[in-house]
């Protein structure tokens, strides 16, 4: 599948506004990003993108800011080489977990290594919402847990978990790349207990898990979160990002709503990971 990348260079430049453009992208069908110094670059579907689109989501900004918006059609054989060039470096989360790609020389050692091919696929670690992800399941005792991840991307999540013993884990996510990426990095990092499937929270039955991860967009979680409710068992955890700090009371009611209490968060640069537990 061929992408294109979208360069947008905002001017004065502001943090917020990236944050904001970012999410607004997102729900135009833009799959991942990168963050630079003057603004992002997104990356989307050939099929899916149009330029009148992106825009609209900036239109609403263009008394205070200008916008130069640049787009480049990457061919899918040239996603790694994208991506060893300029973006993903070695990252170290919390001091115990190092996040690499194959093609990485130096790297310092870590009690957990993860290594992740990048694709089309989000989750190499460096965005907020999957470095936040990591940290609180480093906090987490796995073992012997049943675990959902649900819009697993590359698979990192559930690979981390597999790694601090969990039983198993259930990986699931509507994006054919992800369920390849997911696959092929449960192999490239020796996990043999993660299996991963293509779809949505209506692949949810009967089964029960101990520990759900959800980094997904706001307006899915919200949608879902009664179905998360519904799959843990008593006492059970659902680690939740994907969305902003005043999104955080959204989230909120819903869980409660779906029986679900609220146990705290932590933040990064106005991302949030939220955590809940089933009584």
């Known amino acids: 599948m061929d992408y294109y990348k979208v360069e947008i ?45 992106v825009f609209a989501v900036l239109q609403p900004f263009e008394e205070n800011f200008s916008f130069e918006v640049k787009k480049e059609l990457i061919k899918s054989r040239n996603w790694n080489e994208e991506w060893e060039k300029n973006y993903f470096k070695p990252l170290v989360i919390a001091e115990e977990c190092l996040v690499r790609a194959p093609f990485h020389k130096e790297y310092p050692q870590c009690k957990y290594e993860i290594v992740i091919e990048p694709n089309m696929a989000f989750g190499t670690g460096n965005h907020e919402t999957t470095s936040l992800m990591l940290e609180t399941i480093l906090k987490e005792n796995l073992a012997g847990k049943k675990v959902l991840d649900m819009g697993c991307g590359t698979g990192i999540l559930g690979i981390l978990a597999s790694m601090k013993g969990a039983a198993h884990i259930t990986a699931i996510d509507i994006d054919d790349w992800s369920v390849k990426g997911t696959q092929e990095n449960t192999v490239r990092n020796n996990v043999k207990n993660l299996s991963v499937k293509k779809g949505d929270a209506s692949l949810l039955g009967n089964e029960k898990y101990d520990l759900i991860f959800a980094n997904i967009h706001k307006n899915v979680l919200l949608e879902d979160i009664p179905a998360y409710s519904t799959s843990m068992n008593p006492e059970a955890k659902l680690l939740m990002s994907g969305f902003y700090l005043n999104d955080l009371e959204d989230i909120k009611n819903k869980a409660r709503q779906s029986g679900l209490n609220f146990k705290g968060h932590l933040d990064k640069n106005n991302w949030v990971v939220g955590i809940f537990v089933k009584p």
């Open 9 to 53: 260079t905002i001017t004065p430049f502001e943090e917020w506004l990236r944050d904001v453009l970012t999410a607004q992208l997102a729900e135009t069908g833009f799959e991942s990003f990168t963050e630079t110094d003057t603004g992002l670059e997104g990356f989307i579907p050939a099929g899916n993108f149009s330029e009148a689109g």
